[in-house]
DNA sequence: TTGAAAGCGCTAACAG
DNA sequence: CTGTTAGCGCTTTCAA
């Protein structure tokens, strides 16, 4: 039953060469006579040899996996970022490990523990720990990060991100340009940075229009769910002087939001205008479809991955000063449905 | 720049104890004396030492790493399963490396081998190659997996499934105790055993009912995603004696139904009754929420970890035969507004 | 309870 | 182009 492990230098030995060589066969093809070479994988064909990661990864001190690391794989927003992620690693022929923190800072430091022990190629993280503390280890191990989905100004760090400021504005906008002149932001923690952001573009978008800022009435919500969404309705529906437009921060409170006022009986847009936030999948698939700040996800994903290949390079290559950098893209308003109304 | 990466001899060293004192102090903490042991700690505290993973693995032959292959994290489904395969992992002090085939084998095949070269500690796999060739390396390297959402009959391996029959059954016996008499069957691609299965259920479901199997419409799609449900609506409209009720074979192609049939000013429930499958989170989120046959996902993903670590134990300890086991969840009908209208 | 030493399987010089 | 060889950092007997 204990088949031994077929190793490299049973390998070698079977085809008549050094265990040199069948390294060379592998990792640099061209310095091996082709004939050899055949030979070589022939055996190897043959007796289902398969190198050990581990074996390579203790010589060479580096690995073929990059870690991922996000809050919360039900936000199709996030599976969208993985799969970009994923897709580039794949290219680069790397592996991706993709974990979930839960937006806890002790689960996330236990990662972030697990991926240094590994001795990960790189980790993308989007932080849950606003102090940015749990990822300290990587720095003293080396470990190549990059933030994304959260703007960091360390010049110590690269981060991709998406420009929330503007993402509020372009929201709201829409919604003023619509007539709309009480209007409510669903809201979330209010130490994300993201929230702190969009709040201040919807704000801006108000004072650009002449209008005072107690124009946006926020409603933060602890979770930013579709349950979370009900629930605002429930307190949207009490207001005394009730808005008849919404900005909710991600698609999920925008999603439930909708639901809970459809059930209210309150129509969509006519009553009340929505606009999500992240545009996912599931914001065009509902019977009213979601008007959306659209953030490019898998762009996200994609680029992220990039700069922490790239960066993981300078580091095992040349000492070459990586240059770090900060890359913020731009989100777009998806008009649909849900806020077509023209009020006033 | 190239602070050397201090390693378990950095530790001893300092400690003023060998190697093999600092290493039982990790792996046997009962056989050093405490008070060493709390210098040898203060020391790895103090230096920052972390433990290289790629040399225990080289010298224990195992990973601490187990790896979940899903078809397709954009399916909230998936999410779930992964969700309960990750939180049974990490109770059990392991890693879990997400991964996606998108359906394809060859992105199968390809995983796999990054798992066998990984040595990784399991692989949980939601096959996306039907004929479970792709799986092979595994076997031959002794690589413990468990099959998930597929059931094996197989002998040689464990795999955890949900009763797909008795699902499609639960789906259409509700849809003819509304009094439906004409039922379409939105499905997917033939080759999937599940969907062949609940069309085995729907039409048990029917011959009980003492009903023609002339009464199942199928209409067969070949990606099962939102959009291919709006295609499938289109189809169903056009029927010359259109269906007054609709079983998807998942909520994604429900969902897209159901949106294309309120543009199309057809009423659900009314006009048509709706049921999904999976009762992912959005199906109850929309407008008229959806009835679905519930999977126990999360329970899925966490049944099966257990079953791998039980076998990866099995393996790593005696040779006690371990058994493989197959194991078949009950799905549940969970009802909502979808279906609720009665005809006839 | 601790130390010494033998590798785990592979890569990367360096010789030839 | 190919062979030899020295470790990578750790766990684990075996002695002391």
């Known amino acids: 039953m204990a088949k031994k492990t077929v190793g490299i230098s049973d390998v070698a030995r079977e085809a008549g060469v050094s265990v040199g060589t069948v390294s060379n066969s592998f990792n640099r093809p061209d310095s091996v006579a082709p004939e050899t070479r055949a030979r070589i994988l022939a055996v190897v064909e043959r007796l289902g040899y398969v190198r050990s990661e581990s074996a390579r990864q203790l010589r060479t001190g580096t690995s073929r996996i990059v870690a991922l690391l996000v809050l919360d794989l039900a936000n199709p927003f996030f599976v969208d970022v993985a799969n970009g992620a994923e897709r580039t690693a794949r290219a680069a022929g790397l592996g991706v490990m993709v974990c979930t923190s839960a937006q806890s800072p002790s689960d996330e430091a236990d990662y972030i523990g697990l991926f240094t022990e590994q001795q990960v190629r790189g980790v993308l993280v989007i932080p849950a720990d606003p102090t940015g503390r749990s990822l300290e280890p990587l720095r003293r191990q080396g470990i190549p990060y990059v933030v994304v989905d959260r703007l960091v100004e360390d010049a110590e760090v690269c981060s991709v991100s998406v420009d929330d400021v ?51 009435h926020e409603l933060p919500t602890v979770h930013m769910t579709i349950a979370a969404g009900r629930d605002a309705a429930a307190r949207l529906l009490g207001l005394a002087d009730r808005p008849t437009a919404v900005f909710c921060a991600n698609d999920l409170l925008a999603l439930g939001l909708e639901q809970a006022l459809y059930a209210a009986g309150v129509k969509v847009p006519e009553e009340v205008a929505i606009v999500g936030y992240d545009d996912i999948e599931f914001a065009s698939a509902v019977a009213v479809p979601l008007t959306s700040v659209r953030q490019p996800a898998a762009e996200m994903g994609r680029l992220a991955t990039q700069m922490l290949l790239a960066e993981a390079d300078a580091v095992g290559g040349e000492e070459s000063a990586h240059a770090h950098q900060t890359v913020v893209l731009q989100p777009e308003l998806v008009v649909r449905t849900s806020s077509l109304h023209r009020v006033g």
Chains 1, 2 share one sequence.
């Open 166 to 216: 503007t993402g509020g504005r372009l929201a709201v906008e829409h919604l003023l340009a619509q007539g709309h002149r009480r209007v409510a932001y669903i809201s979330g923690p209010a130490h994300l940075q993201q929230i702190r952001d969009r709040r201040t573009g919807a704000l801006a978008a108000i004072a650009a229009a002449g209008l005072p800022p107690q124009t946006l």
